[in-house]
């Protein structure tokens, strides 16, 4: 078998994570947000995206008790956490952003209030230019 | 960046998504149940139609004949491609954003 080695030292790109699914139905968002703590461990730049029903995801207040799933929600809490962490030490090269389109937002009824951690609401037109401006996208 | 989508229009809402977060000018490939929306006449041809005004569409032919559809019912402007032509593409335009 052949042997690889993979010299990930000094590599830094921007990911921007696609969230379009709403939680618990498919495991397309437990999924991504696996992928997203990789890039953490990797010190990568991430746009971590929310749209469509993805928007979801991100509300306060799931209790999935009934329903016999794990609430991975708790796990937002952590990636904010990481995010404030990157941004205040400056020995830490990693740019986050958690980004909800107004688009979708607005479409569901739902307001920056009530979601579980801060994001930055932005409209399609100009999210469209940070998703182009990525290196890599993961599409969920 | 390369938009490859996989759901039919009348299906999932992946099309409209992609259309709405993705710059003119950028390239769309219409794969698997994604060629669907390739097609003229039906409830959906406008999203293409309006697309292939402001950016290269391409459809995925293996994908279109499977469906027994033929390339004669694709929408003017879009460029069918075989497989070879989906490599070329992934290579020409870098990254590549698959809307699920």
Known sequence: MAEYEFDTEGV??????????A???????????????ISAAFEQHANI???DDGVYQLKAGHDTADIGMKNFSPTFGIIEMEKEDADEDEDIDMNWRI???KESMEARGLTEDDFKVDVEVIAAAELADIIDASDCVIGG | MLHTVNKS?????SLDTCLRLSKEGSAILLIEDGVIAAIKGTAESSKIEGAVANRPVYVLGPDVKARGLTEDQVIDGVKVVDYDGFVDLAEEHGAHNAWL
């Open chain 1, 12 to 21: 830094k790109k921007t990911f921007t994570f696609m969230n379009r699914k």
């Open chain 1, 23 to 37: 939680p618990y139905g498919t495991v397309y968002a437990l999924e991504v947000l696996e992928t997203v703590l």
């Open chain 1, 49 to 51: 995206v929310f749209a």
């Open chain 1, 99 to 101: 980004i909800v389109e």
């Open chain 2, 9 to 13: 229009p009348f299906e999932r809402n």
